[in-house]
């Protein structure tokens, strides 16, 4: 299982490395193709009677997972991008998984126009980001990893 996900994230990589105009943006989306494939499709393998299943009190229930997933593609875009009304607060408003998975797909789709407008150029950029700087595939990359974290 290790050796196949690690043979996925070479070829991500590998697809960012190619001719390309702009192989950092395309390595990094590459990888970005790999945690939104692996939410969607561990999505897909979850009953709709365990989406509110919620293991403690302290921690989100399981729709509110994906739902948070999708805000933060919203917000770490959005940072990116200095888009200032991208943030939606998902978390608290959709509830049902099909609310849930429309919001999901809706939020990688705002991610992928934001990242087929994005150059190696504008990706170095430095924008704020929570307070320090940093560039705008810095933020993208970020957002990978909450991606893959959850």
Same mark, same amino acid.
């Not at 919001?103 to 990242?115: G, I, L, P, Q, R």
């Given at each position: 299982?290790?050796?196949?996900? &690690?043979?996925?994230?070479?070829? &991500? ?11 950092? @943006?395309?390595?990094? %989306?590459? /990888? +970005?193709? $790999?945690?939104?494939?692996? /939410?969607? %499709?561990?999505?897909? %393998? /979850? ?11 302290? @921690? ?8 948070? $997933? ?8 959005? !940072? =990116? $991008? ?20 429309? *919001? $999901?797909?809706?939020?990688? *789709? +705002?991610?992928?126009?934001? +990242? =087929? %407008?994005?150059?190696? =150029? !504008? ?10 700087? !940093? ?6 990359? +970020?957002? /990978? &990893?909450?991606? @893959?974290?959850?």
């Amino acid at each position: 299982m290790r050796l196949a996900a &690690a043979f996925l994230l070479y070829s &991500a990589i590998l697809a960012g490395q190619s001719t390309s105009k702009n192989p950092l @943006v395309d390595t990094s %989306k590459g /990888i +970005y193709a $790999v945690a939104k494939n692996d /939410i969607l %499709k561990s999505a897909d %393998k /979850i009953p709709d009677n365990l989406w509110s299943y919620q293991p403690t009190p302290q @921690v989100r229930t399981i729709g509110q997972l994906f739902a948070h $997933v999708a805000d933060g593609q919203y917000e770490f875009c959005g !940072s =990116a $991008v200095q888009d200032k009304n991208a943030a939606k607060d998902l978390e608290k408003t959709v509830k049902t998984k099909e609310e849930i998975m429309a *919001a $999901v797909k809706t939020a990688f *789709a +705002y991610f992928d126009a934001e +990242y =087929a %407008k994005m150059t190696d =150029a !504008s990706a170095t950029e430095v924008v704020p980001f929570f307070g320090r700087q !940093s560039t705008r595939l810095g933020i993208m990359d +970020y957002n /990978i &990893a909450h991606t @893959v974290e959850h």
